[in-house]
């Protein structure tokens, strides 16, 4: 099920904590954004809020010293080969990317099996996670780069965090380095715990695109159509994501696998209902 609330609205109520836990911070603009690839930045010296990402001990210096944005920001334009502008003198140690999460209930959703119980989990978008691991290895020395996800089910859950001054305790954390690789990252509460997860599905899933474009402008005939739903069948039966639900969801249907037609239909009914991928076939008379 989606959160009942904007990314935005989470990301605000974030930054106006982080700036009372920090000696500075900055919200950085679309366009700087894109090019460092960070939502906010800040530093911070704040034990507190240092044990909330996983550092419970230092003594007069926070594990990371910091570094100044600008030279952040001239990296990053000579990496993304693009410009950005207004950005201020100061010094950083903590950068975030802030994600969306959704909130999973149902056992047949793909990762219930790893955490048998409800969940959270955001997408990793191979793009903005290359541009935040080339950050973190130029300055990982300095700053800690944090994928930032609430662990927040609603918009009443998430004003009452606020108010309570609660939203950054309520908020999982995950270093961009452990999460490369992958596409998925779950948790189950706040804190620094997660799993994550890589989805060689996707691959699968665009070759199943390209064979119902191929299919499309065939001459139809039910041997084709049984052909190819024996192919989605293979395909999803071994998904590391999607296996489970499948075979969960086609037990239902168990009685019908001599009628092969109709059988490959029910097959294509569940493909769709756990990938979302929209398929049809036209008949001509």
Known sequence: MNISYEEKTFENYFNAELG?????YFPLGQTQ??????DSVAYSKNRHLWQMFGYPWFWFQPPYRGRDLQDI???MEHHTQASIHNIPKIKTNLLFQYKSSEYLISPLSGQWSHWKQPYFRYKIYPKQQKLLEHLESQFGQQALV???APAIQNVEELVEASIKKQIIEKTNFQKVSNLSGHHKNTF???GTISKAFSQPEEIENVDLLKTLNNIDGQDFSFDKLTSFTSIVNKVMRESNEYNHSFNLLMEQYSNLQEYRTFYGLMQMKVFKELTGIQWSMSFEY
């Open 20 to 24: 009372n836990l920090s000696s500075v």
């Open 33 to 38: 954004e894109g090019v460092i690839g960070a």
């Open 73 to 75: 920001a001239q990296e």
């Open 146 to 148: 944090l994928y930032a």
């Open 188 to 190: 189950i509460q706040a």
